[in-house]
């Protein structure tokens, strides 16, 4: 397939099934075409009818009749959670076969199931054979768990947080809140918990799908939270998820989604960040210190003393040993996961069989004992799995990297293993296996899909792309501006310049500034030194909640937000509020990543632009993803102005700038301050 912005249909899609398609479309016969259940739906919900949308919609129904998997990318403002869900919901109605709809994000699941799915089901209603039905499934770890709750399973303490007062009285509070609205909450979604709380206190009141003990076994099983979301999603038409748990029933032998034939991946430029996530192992005193907590109290005190020994010399070597990414084994370090390995083994061979045992009709006991093989396994096969990373003696040719970060403030230095791609996996039990639609406001980049195709694993056939474009005028509405006059970024933060250069943009925008910075300490260096020399109010990222942050930043027009990557991909602030987003520096990945550099190696060796296909596509993508902070209403007008020069002067610079919405650009500063004055009314 090649890639470009009208839809393109391949002549050969692997796996396709000519008679069933050919009943799909049959049964699809007798319902109203998707245009005129896409027009029925946006007059009811009051809007009017896009071109970009319709076109999004027939592209969809005809990748899903089709089996084809299709790729489209939708501007902000197109409308194009409508484009899929209408097709979407007919083909489940069609075939009473339900349609699953991940997302990457919180915000976009809850708008999903809070707003779009219940007033397109009321507008639909009548123009279908039954009201069709709707649920949120999301992973085990997100609802609380009644069992848990009850105190009979091994809580994971951290015992550096007992002489850290201030800690365990914030974590305390967070506890407390829990167990309040434990006494109301319907549904035990911990995305309902609002403020949010900390891991430490919401591991207290979870599980993990590998440490629950099943329905029939648990006593609260009748009313757990996570089984009546299950149930719920296996009675649902659409079933909204997120990426980590599409992840999730891709890579394990039983499902964990309901059977379904269709997958619309929602923000899917975050897709494989995603999944690299859930496949990511770790290893560090804490992994190893909870397993022999859970394990000691069952097992004799000797081999769980091993396992404590094993895991003081992991301890004492990962913090003398240098962070980064690890190319050749150590001998001491190939010698210290061998030994945490066997003595995990040792454990799991002490607890004994993992079936039901006579003495387990105690349910705490069954509890305890799944908890331990949980955290013993999860040290066993992470151990090997890192040594298993080095087996091939060419790093280059290696399946997965490992790498150790260093220590923070509440966290000991880790070992991380991940795999060098996730494509194939996504190939063999995604796209192998269902229709995929994936759609973004940013996925064509440098102009073209195929960037993110082969991240996908998705090959030459089988797959159309498609860019709707987007109903907001950018070149009439946005400027793009780089600064080509300022000096190139540094590694010692920002120079004066920069500086210099934001206070000239916020005070002739009057303040109404969201900036965007590639690193926390950036964004605090330019934070700090603001303050002092702008009348406007500055918030910085890290000050309160980032969701409170936004709130605040939305509600008064006279605010600056400055912040690093979250900002970049979740905000959305229309109106007056943001007329200037300012991006210091080309959002590269450090060179220190582990991942991404042994990703760029990797292409190098295979004959492969290494650099632009790793961190000139990462680049592109954020930047594409932070300058379209500015327009989200068609109303909206404004600034985009990038401080680094090199978006004007390097020689990718042509293949980052087509991957920005088509601005009038500039680098002009005189023209660009007079534009915001004039937009804002802050000078003449």
């Known amino acids: ?350 607890l004994g069989p993992r079936t039901e045992r006579a003495d387990d009709d105690r349910p705490e006991l069954a509890g305890q004992r799944k908890a331990a093989f949980t955290a013993l396994d999860e040290v066993h096969d992470t151990a090997q799995r890192m040594l298993d990373a080095f087996g091939i003696e060419n790093e280059v040719d290696r399946a997965e990297v490992v790498w150790l970060a260093a220590g923070g403030e509440r966290r000991p230095p880790t070992l991380y293993v991940a795999p060098l791609t996730v494509g194939g996996m996504l190939r063999e039990n995604l796209f192998g296996r269902r229709t995929v639609i994936l759609t973004s406001a940013t996925l064509a980049l440098g102009g073209t899909f195929d960037g993110m195709a082969r991240q996908w694993g998705l090959g030459q056939e089988g797959w159309s792309a498609l860019d709707v474009g987007s109903p907001f005028d950018h070149a009439r509405s946005g400027i793009l501006y780089v600064a080509k006059h300022l000096p190139q970024p540094g590694r010692e933060g920002l120079p004066d310049a920069y500086l210099d250069e934001i206070v000239a943009l916020i005070e002739a925008a009057g303040g109404r500034t969201l900036g965007l910075f590639s690193s926390m300490r950036a964004a605090r260096q330019a934070a700090e030194a603001l303050r002092e020399r702008l009348d406007v109010p500055l918030l910085c990222q890290g000050d309160d909640a980032t969701g409170l942050l936004v709130r605040q930043f939305a509600e008064d027009p006279a605010t600056c937000l400055f912040g690093t990557l979250s900002l970049w991909q979740g905000v959305d602030v229309p109106g007056p509020s943001l007329s200037l987003v300012v991006i210091d520096r080309i959002p590269f990945p450090r060179p220190d990543d582990p991942l991404a550099s042994a990703r760029q190696r990797h292409v190098a060796a295979k004959g492969g632009n290494g650099f632009m296909t790793v961190a000139a596509t990462h680049a592109a993508l954020l930047l594409a993803q932070g300058a379209g902070r500015l327009l989200r209403a068609q109303t909206d007008r404004g600034v985009v102005a990038v401080l680094d020069p090199r978006l004007a002067t390097a020689r990718y610079a042509g293949f980052l700038r087509a991957s920005l919405p088509p601005f009038w650009p500039t680098t002009d500063r005189a023209t660009v301050l007079a534009a915001l004055r004039r937009l804002t009314g802050s000078g003449a």
């Open 1 to 350: 397939m090649s890639s470009g912005s009208e839809l393109e249909v391949s002549a050969e899609t692997p796996g396709t099934d000519e008679a069933a398609a050919g009943e799909a479309d049959a049964a699809t016969d007798d319902l109203p075409p998707v245009e005129e259940l896409l027009s029925v739906a946006v007059a009811a919900l009051g809007g009017s009818e896009r071109p970009g949308q319709v076109k999004m919609a027939q592209a969809v129904r005809h990748a899903i009749d089709a089996r084809e998997h299709l790729a489209v990318q939708a501007g902000t403002g197109t409308g194009k959670s409508l484009a899929y869900l209408v097709p979407a919901i007919r083909h489940a109605v069609a075939t009473r076969t339900p349609v699953v709809v991940s997302t990457a994000t919180i915000a976009l699941q809850r708008q999903l199931v809070d707003r779009d799915l219940p007033r397109l089901v009321e507008a639909l209603a009548g123009r279908l054979p039954y009201r069709p039905s709707f649920a949120i499934l999301k992973g085990r770890r997100n609802y609380l768990c009644r069992y848990r709750m009850s105190a009979e399973m091994p809580e994971d303490e951290q015992p550096d947080e007992l002489f850290d007062p201030r800690a365990v009285s914030a974590t305390g509070r967070m506890v407390q809140r829990i167990l309040e609205w434990a006494e109301e909450t319907e549904t035990g979604d911990r995305d309902e918990l609002v403020p949010g709380v900390n891991e430490q206190a919401w591991r207290q009141f979870s599980v993990s799908a590998r440490e629950c003990l099943g329905a029939n076994r648990c006593p609260y099983g009748e009313d757990c939270f996570a089984e009546r979301a299950r149930q719920l999603a296996g009675e649902a038409d659409v079933i909204v998820t997120n990426h980590a748990l599409l992840a999730i029933d891709a890579m394990e032998e039983a499902s964990v989604l309901p059977e379904h034939d269709v997958v619309v991946v929602d923000e899917a430029h975050d897709l494989v960040d995603r999944v690299t996530s859930v496949t990511t192992g770790e290893l560090s005193e804490s992994t190893v210190f909870t397993a022999v907590r859970r394990c000691a109290r069952l097992i004799e005190q000797g081999v769980a003393d091993r396992l404590q020994a094993a895991g003081e010399d992991l301890k004492a070597l990962l913090a003398a040993a240098p962070p980064g990414r690890i190319d050749t084994l150590p001998p001491v370090l190939g010698t210290v996961l061998g030994v945490v390995r066997d003595a995990a083994a040792a454990c799991l061979t002490a």
